[in-house]
């Protein structure tokens, strides 16, 4: 009796196994939803945690404000969400038609 063996199945398998892993940002754990989140803290973000925060928000085409940083092990970076000004929500987009951009 002879197995014959299947790439297809194999290969589906590793790739929801993939994708059922949780990501994390560059290294950083990130817990947020669309209002704002937090970073946690480690010196491989240091200069990269605005760009984090900015890209979170930008799923939800708003903009990012740190509004806290503790530069410590175990300790977070916190941000909030926001809708830019002139933004129409029944349009989804700025009224003055510019991209979005970050302010820090």
């Not at 939803?33 to 946690?40: H, K, L, R």
């Not at 973000?45 to 984090?52: D, E, L």
């Not at 799923?59 to 410590?72: C, E």
């Not at 977070?76 to 820090?104: E, K, Q, S």
Request: aromatic content about 12%; hydrophobic content about 45%.
């Amino acid at each position: 009796m002879t197995v014959r063996f299947s790439l297809v199945p194999c290969a589906a398998a590793v790739v929801i196994a993939m994708a059922a892993t949780p990501c994390f940002a560059g290294g950083a754990e990130l817990t947020a939803n669309d209002t704002g989140g937090m970073i946690s803290w480690s010196p491989a973000i240091a200069s990269v945690y605005r760009h984090i925060a900015a890209e979170h928000c930008a799923r939800f085409d708003k903009l990012a404000v740190i509004t806290s940083v503790h530069r410590r092990y175990g300790d977070y970076v916190g941000f909030r969400c926001f809708f830019p000004r002139g933004y129409d929500p029944r349009r989804g987009m700025v009224a003055a038609r510019r991209p979005i951009r970050t302010l820090y």
